[in-house]
């Protein structure tokens, strides 16, 4: 095997848990909601400036900026799901009016952010330098970091939907509302909570990615879309899934990449999402009534 083809299977790893990471933020928003979050893009962006302003602008640690940076992105994403996503539900064909909302808060969000900071790129500081060299690759420790901070999140988010109290409302509210309701479980507001947590991810997401991609209005869009792709394959509400997803598409995409042309990437990553869907219509691991 090649020494490029190993750094793109490297390279494709750590993309890969960045679209794990995305795909199981969003799949917990689905698994408890039913509800297709278009502006989850938006909360990616948000963790990306919110980081920035904290670390470049107001001189925070980087360690201490992504706790603060992710609490913000929580707490406003509980009010939007409180205030706009939640009412939306009790209302009869409710399917319609909360994608034509969440579509509606994505572009206010991206305006918002193009009015306040512009249209300009802005670049964040690495939070580590240097670069690992392994059998003549060279690795940065900013990737090594994206790929350790993914994985934490990943097992620290499924360890909490396990064993705790309020990962246990998460499931039973997934796998039927009104039976949990009867139960005792407060679906209602566990909802708004998943809702925000999983944005929280996203925004994490965003975080630890804007010292590679940068930051702009639109810096969403592209891992919005490929995290749809992983909910998609991995199979709709399902947690590990998406995370099985996620890193299959990942090393798949940069492959790919690397054999043909960048041009590809996009055409790569769907032609797959076609191509699970064609042969298992339900997704790799087809859980669509919870979140596991």
Known sequence: MSGQLIEQIVNGVILGA?????????????????????????FYMLGGYAFLLLTSGAGVPWPLALVLAAGLVFAFAAATAAGVVQPLL???GWDFSTIAATLGISIALQNAALAIWGERFQSVPYMVDGTLEVAGLHIPYQRLLIVAAAAVLIAGSAAILSFTRFGRAVRATAQDREAARVLGVPADRTSILAFAFGSALAALAGMILAPIY????????????????????????SFRGAVVAGLLL???EA???ALTASEWREAIA???????????????????????
């Open 18 to 42: 960045i679209y794990a990471l995305m795909g199981a933020g969003l799949t917990l928003i689905y698994g408890t909601m039913r509800v297709l979050n278009f502006a989850y893009g938006e």
């Open 90 to 92: 009790a209302r009869p």
């Open 214 to 237: 940068a930051v702009s209005p639109w810096m969403g869009v592209p891992l919005a879309l490929k995290a749809f792709a992983v909910v998609v394959m991995g199979g709709l509400g």
């Open 250 to 252: 990942g090393i798949v």
């Open 255 to 257: 492959v790919g990449v």
């Open 270 to 292: 769907f032609a797959v999402l076609i191509a699970v869907i064609w042969v298992r219509p339900w997704g790799l691991y087809g859980m669509e009534r919870s979140v596991r």
